[in-house]
C-alpha cells in the first residue's frame, strides 16, 4: 500500500486534479510544520540560546500550526471545488454517451422503417401498375365487341319504321344504355392511361373562342330546354394546352351542366383572363341546375364520388369524368374547381385556370364564331 502511494507519487500519478489537491492539501501543511519547527528551533537554540522556551512554542504554536491550518482549510475549499467540478463533468459526459447511444438507436430505427416504407411503395407500386394494365386490357377487351354492338343498333335504328312501337322503345333504350357502357369503358380507359403515363399532352396555341364554337356546335345537344350561350372576348390570348385533352374536359363539364340541370336553362361558356395569376386564362361553364352542396365540393373530383345532390336524381354516372377532367388539367399545368351555393336553380359554375400562350405564340386560326 505504502509502496504504491510512494510510487504514484513518484510518477504523481494521480486520477484527477481533484486527488492532487487533496494529496497536496496534507503534505503542504506537514511540511510547513517541520519548516518552522526545524527553523524556529535553529533560531532558538543557535542564534538566541534560549532552548525550548515558551517564545519558541507560541511562535512554533502560530507560525507552525495555525498557519499550516489556514492552508489545509483552504485548500480543503478549493479541493471540494474541485470534485464537484470533476463530479459535474463526469455527469455530462454520461448523458452525453447516453444521448448518442439513444440518437443511434433511433437513427438505425429510422433506417429499418424508411426500408420497410420502400418496400412497401415498391409493392404498391407495382400493384397499381398490374391494376391499370388490367384494367386498360379489359378495357380494350370491351371495346369490340361494344362497337359491334353500337353498329347493329345503329343497322336497326336505320329500319327502325319497320320496328312496332314497343320494339322501337326496346331500341332506344337498348341504344342509351349501350352509349352509357361506351362512355363508361372509355373513361376507365383514358383514366388508366392517364395514370400509366401514357396521355402525355401535346401542347401547342389553342384560341379558345373559334375553339369552343367549333367544338360545341358539333356535339352539344340540342334540345330545346337548354340555351348554350358562348362568351369569349375577340382579343383573348390563345392558351398553350393539348387541344384533344382540353376538348375531352370541355365536353365533360358540358355534358355534366346539361346532365345536372333536368329543368333546362342557360349554360354559359365563358373565358376571361385569369385575375389572380399572370400568364392564364380562366374558362367556365355555368349552368342553372341542381348545383352542388358546399361541403361535398372538396370531394367532387375524386375518383367515383357522385354528389348528393345527383344521387337525389335519376342522372346516371359512375363519379370518373370530373376525376378525369382534373388529371388532364393538371398535366397542362391548369387547375380545376367549382362554385355553387348548392341551391337546386341557382346551379353551378366549374372554373378552369389554363397557362396562356408564351408571347409571340398565337394561332391564326380562323375565327368562326366572328
Ligand atoms: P358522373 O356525372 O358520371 O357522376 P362526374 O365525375 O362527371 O361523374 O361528376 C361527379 C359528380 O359531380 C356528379 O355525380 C354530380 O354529383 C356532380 N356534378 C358534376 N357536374 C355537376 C353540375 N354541373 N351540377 C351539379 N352537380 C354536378
Request: hydrophobic content about 40%; overall charge negative.
Amino acid at each position: 500500500m505504502f509502496a504504491q502511494v510512494r510510487e504514484r507519487l513518484i510518477r504523481w500519478e494521480f486520477s484527477s486534479p481533484a486527488q492532487q489537491v487533496r494529496f497536496i492539501r496534507w503534505a503542504l501543511p506537514l511540511l510547513l510544520f517541520f519548516i518552522v519547527l526545524v527553523y524556529e528551533f535553529a533560531e532558538h537554540t543557535f542564534s538566541r540560546k534560549e532552548g525550548f522556551s515558551p517564545d519558541f512554542l507560541a511562535e512554533v504554536l502560530f507560525f507552525g500550526i495555525l498557519g499550516p491550518m489556514a492552508v489545509w482549510w483552504i485548500l480543503g475549499y478549493i479541493g471540494r471545488s474541485q470534485k464537484r467540478l470533476e463530479d459535474a463533468y463526469a455527469e455530462v459526459r454520461r448523458l452525453n454517451a447516453g444521448l448518442e447511444q439513444r440518437v443511434a438507436e433511433r437513427t438505425a430505427e429510422l433506417a429499418r422503417k424508411n426500408e420497410a416504407l420502400a418496400r412497401a411503395n415498391a409493392e404498391l407500386q407495382t400493384l397499381d401498375r398490374l391494376k391499370s394494365e388490367f384494367v386498360s386490357l379489359v378495357s380494350h377487351a370491351l371495346r369490340a365487341p361494344l362497337t359491334n354492338i353500337n353498329g347493329a343498333i345503329e343497322l336497326l335504328d336505320s329500319e327502325r319504321e319497320a320496328l312496332s312501337p314497343a320494339r322501337q322503345e326496346v331500341l332506344d333504350v337498348l341504344r342509351d344504355e349501350s352509349a352509357r357502357l361506351t362512355q363508361l369503358v372509355q373513361n376507365i380507359l383514358d383514366v388508366s392511361l392517364l395514370e400509366a403515363g401514357h396521355l402525355t399532352p401535346r401542347r401547342g396555341p389553342v384560341a379558345l373562342r373559334p375553339f369552343l364554337s367549333r367544338l360545341l356546335r358539333g356535339c352539344f345537344p340540342t334540345d330545346r330546354a337548354h340555351r348554350l350561350v358562348i362568351d369569349v372576348p375577340s382579343d383573348l390570348p390563345p392558351v398553350w394546352v393539348d387541344e384533344s385533352h382540353l376538348a375531352d374536359v370541355v365536353i365533360n363539364l358540358v355534358d355534366n351542366a346539361v346532365k345536372y340541370s333536368p329543368d333546362g336553362g342557360e349554360i354559359r361558356v365563358s373565358a376571361r383572363l385569369d385575375g389572380g395569376r399572370e400568364n392564364a386564362v380562366v374558362l367556365s361553364i355555368r349552368d342553372q341546375g341542381i348545383g352542388i352542396p358546399p361541403d361535398e365540393q372538396d370531394r367532387l373530383f375524386d375518383q367515383f364520388y357522385r354528389a348528393s345532390s345527383a344521387a337525389r336524381q335519376t342522372a346516371s354516372g359512375y363519379g370518373l369524368g370530373l376525376y378525369f377532367c382534373r388529371k388532364l388539367v393538371e398535366a397542362q399545368g391548369g387547375r380545376i374547381w367549382v362554385e355553387s351555393s348548392g341551391v337546386p336553380g341557382e346551379g353551378a359554375t366549374f372554373y378552369v385556370s389554363l397557362p396562356s400562350c408564351p408571347e409571340g405564340d398565337g394561332e391564326d386560326d380562323p375565327d368562326p364564331a366572328d
